[in-house]
Nanobody, 115 residues
């Protein structure tokens, strides 16, 4: 069984930073593209960033130059460094992987950007 567990987040002031991590089990982690999604309350879930097995990264325009995705294959972990946070970054953030023809999600972690 594939499990994804997010950690980090919480309440952050505008302009501040926080770091999210997602630890995976049940997959050969290094082989898969890992994704971070977010879902603001009442809105659709959207792709924030992803990182391929070779380390190539992709970002949503709204977070480019502010967020950095990285992976540590030794620890089966993908991280999202979030800088210069804005109130509109407030959302539940989810880790995601597509493996063996299925899509797996973590339970999510809340990031609230507010003064």
């Amino acid at each position: 069984q594939v499990y994804l567990r997010e950690s980090g987040g919480g309440l952050v002031q505008p302009g501040g930073s926080t770091r999210l991590s997602c630890t995976a089990s049940g997959i050969n982690f290094k082989l898969y593209t890992m994704n971070w999604y977010r879902q603001p309350t009442g809105k659709q879930r959207e792709l924030v960033a992803n990182i391929t097995s070779t380390g190539s990264t992709n970002y949503a325009d709204s977070v480019k130059d502010r967020f950095t995705i990285s992976r540590d294959n030794a620890w089966n972990r993908v991280s999202l460094q979030m800088n210069s946070l804005k109130p509109e970054d407030t959302a539940a953030y989810y880790c995601n992987v597509r493996a063996s023809g299925r899509v797996f999600w973590g339970k999510g972690t809340q990031v609230t950007v507010s003064s």
